[in-house]
């Protein structure tokens, strides 16, 4: 008798053992999804993350180049100063608004516009530059600006137009390659990762030595994780 209630009780423990084991192997079974839902949230992050830096790092780039492009203009404005201006603007002060008188006033106030981040009055500015000086140097850089005001806004599609008028209506200017990859990373944000590599991909087979190439090939390995 004694030994049949042993077995019972062996028995008994030994299920209610196997119950709790079952209960604990649903547990951690819950813990490792929340903890890979976790982990997919984070790498959406961190991918974020990289293409904001991505387009910071472009941004500098840029900007280090306009004021390269800026520099000349500023001291051919400087040198071709006649003394009697300091006269004329105490005078006279000549406003803001003001039209300008030329090219470069023009393209120096595009950029301002830009770099202020007042991307309308921007766009209408590089607008009339291209418009009033088609064959200028400068003409497709400021197609370039045009493209990066829409992207400055998030709109994408439009940023896109813009980048392509450079690679079609500018097709030897130097903003080639930094148009091509600013589709792609137009694309990206939009969430067309397919169409991102088409362009990313151009950059890296048409200038593949250049700098440019090295971001592009960069965001690809990105897209690819």
């Known amino acids: 008798m004694k030994r049949s209630l042993f077995i019972f009780l062996m028995v008994i423990w030994g299920?209610?053992?196997?119950?709790?084991?079952?209960?604990?192997?649903?547990?951690?079974?819950?813990?490792?999804?929340?903890?890979?839902k976790a982990i997919t949230a984070l790498s959406r992050q961190v991918e974020e993350l990289d293409n904001n830096l991505l387009i910071l790092d472009g941004k500098v780039k840029d900007n280090c180049q306009a004021l390269g492009e800026l520099k000349p203009l500023i001291l051919k404005g400087k040198k071709s100063r006649a003394p009697s201006v300091k006269k004329e603007v105490v005078s006279s002060p000549?406003?803001?608004?003001?039209?300008?008188?030329?090219?470069?006033?023009?393209?120096?106030?595009?950029?301002?516009?830009?770099?202020?981040r007042?991307?309308?009055?921007?766009i209408l500015n590089f607008r009339q530059f291209i418009k009033q000086f088609p064959l200028h140097e400068l003409a497709d850089n400021s197609q370039y600006w045009i493209g990066e005001c829409y992207f400055g806004l998030k709109e994408y599609p439009g940023a896109i137009a813009e980048f392509q008028k450079v690679i079609d209506n500018f097709p030897e200017g130097n903003k080639?390659?930094?148009?091509?990859?600013?589709?792609?990373?137009?694309?990206?944000?939009?969430?067309d990762p397919e169409s991102s590599r088409t362009f990313l991909l151009r950059v890296m087979t048409e200038f593949p030595e250049s700098e440019v190439a090295r971001k592009a090939g960069e965001k690809i390995d990105k897209l690819s994780r």
Do not use: F, H, W
């Not at 079952?22 to 813990?31: F, H, R, S, T, V």
């Open 15 to 36: 299920c209610a053992t196997a119950g709790g084991q079952e209960g604990q192997i649903k547990d951690l079974q819950a813990q490792v999804i929340e903890m890979n």
């Open 94 to 116: 000549i406003s803001r608004k003001t039209v300008p008188s030329g090219p470069d006033e023009l393209y120096r106030r595009s950029y301002d516009y830009y770099s202020s």
């Open 118 to 122: 007042r991307y309308q009055e921007a």
């Open 176 to 191: 080639v390659a930094d148009a091509l990859l600013k589709i792609g990373l137009a694309y990206a944000a939009m969430g």
